[in-house]
């Protein structure tokens, strides 16, 4: 009898291989971002212009042998380049700002979050200052104790001098 694997009639037991490729996502957003950074320098821009410039340059005087994009056909291999080109660089710019704007969410969150905590830390300690405030109104002031040892000093002395009078009988 033929093993169960070499049967039609049999599911097989291991995983297959999917047909697409699996893609790190983030790999690959940075890889947007950075050929998005690199579309939007002024560098690429002068490349590609200097590009087109010979392009159209060799094609246009080159001799007839030599010219692989000829000026007959309206440089359709450079149109064709070009477009390609622009159809790949939108998309990824997209992914670049999708995922620039991702990144803004959630730094926009946690301001908000920071800014909360702000705003109860500083209800707190306003609260505590009054608090404090409120405290030390009922505190003794250094004037305050002064004026009252002084009473207190007088009304000894005069009990003293009272007790010191002839006839006060001490007691």
Known sequence: ???SRDRLDTPMLGKRK???PRIDRERFGRASEAFARALGTGGFLIGLTI?????LAWNTWAP????FDPRVTNFTLLTLLLSLQASYAA???LLAQNRQDDRDRVKTEQDRQRA???????EYLAREVVALRLAMEEVATKEFVKDELR???QELLAELKNQAKPGNKTE
């Open 1 to 3: 009898m033929a093993r």
């Open 18 to 20: 999917p047909l697409v």
């Open 51 to 55: 590009f087109c410039i010979i392009w």
């Open 64 to 67: 007839a042998g030599w010219s």
């Open 91 to 93: 998309p990824l710019i």
């Open 116 to 122: 909360e905590r702000n705003l109860a830390d500083t």
């Open 151 to 153: 009473e207190t000093l």
